[in-house]
């Protein structure tokens, strides 16, 4: 009996690391982009020259490198006045033996002049 609960508590341990290294990266890449999010903000709410196509380029970018399956048109920027949203929505399929884990995340950040 010993053995079997030890045996079972092995499993409990090896299933917990295996979803912990599928399901950090695609949280972990969510919140470095949401972090490119809030600076590109920043940046463009004090720029002139900034466009909403430039910023949406940028994240764009930073999407490929981390991975995220968003392109310039799925990202959305309003810049008016002295104020500037940023959103994007994406969903990243998690496979796993048993089930597919679909992760919506849904970045946004908001900024204005001071």
Known sequence: MKQLKALLG????????????????????????????????????????TTEDDVK??????????DIPLTADDIHVEKAG???????????????PVKTIDLTFSPSTKNKRI
């Open 57 to 66: 380029n940028a994240l764009a970018k930073k999407a490929k490198e981390l």
């Open 10 to 49: 092995l499993a409990v341990v090896v299933v917990g690391f295996y979803l912990a290294w599928m399901l950090i990266p695609p949280y972990y890449n969510n919140y470095s982009f949401q972090d490119e999010l809030d600076n590109q903000a920043r940046t463009a709410v004090y720029s002139q020259q």
């Open 82 to 96: 002295g104020n500037i949203s940023i959103w994007a929505e994406y969903t990243i399929s998690v496979s796993t």
